[in-house]
């Protein structure tokens, strides 16, 4: 069992930076792939970035690549994803997810993960 908590939403504005963190519980293996998700009024959730626990390999959505950046803290349990160059599309709630299972084969599905947190809420005005 993972329990896996976000914080760091906000508002900010366009521009602007933010730092989400997923501080994650239980028993936490190398081999786990932590994924970051997001999901705006209207639409459906997408993927955004996913890193291994391990570290060494990430893997980034094309609308975010070179703004935002997944890293691991093993020492504090904890994935943070630095958000930077923000503009108003990526006003969403962000969520943290957890594969225990898969792998690293494909880590942009979302139903391949196991566990979800409650997520945290980022909106950018312009």
């Known amino acids: 069992q993972v329990q896996l908590v976000e914080s760091g939403g906000g508002l900010v504005q366009a521009g602007g930076s933010l730092r989400l963190s997923c501080a994650a519980s239980?028993?936490?293996?190398?081999?786990?792939?932590m994924g970051w998700f997001r999901q705006a009024p209207g639409k459906e959730r997408e993927f955004v970035a996913a890193?291994?626990?391990?570290?060494?390999?990430?893997f980034y959505a094309d609308s975010v690549k070179g703004r935002f950046t997944i890293s691991v803290d093993d020492a504090k349990n904890t994935v943070f994803l630095q958000m930077s160059s923000l503009n108003p599309e990526d006003t969403a709630v962000y969520y943290c997810?957890?594969?225990?299972?898969?792998?690293?084969?494909?880590?942009?599905?979302?139903?391949?993960?196991?566990?979800w947190g409650q997520g945290t809420q980022v909106t950018v005005s312009s």
């Open positions: 890193v291994r626990w391990s570290g060494g390999s990430t």
């Open positions: 239980g028993r936490i293996f190398s081999r786990y792939v």
């Open positions: 997810a957890a594969d225990v299972i898969t792998g690293w084969a494909n880590p942009s599905r979302l139903h391949r993960y196991d566990y």
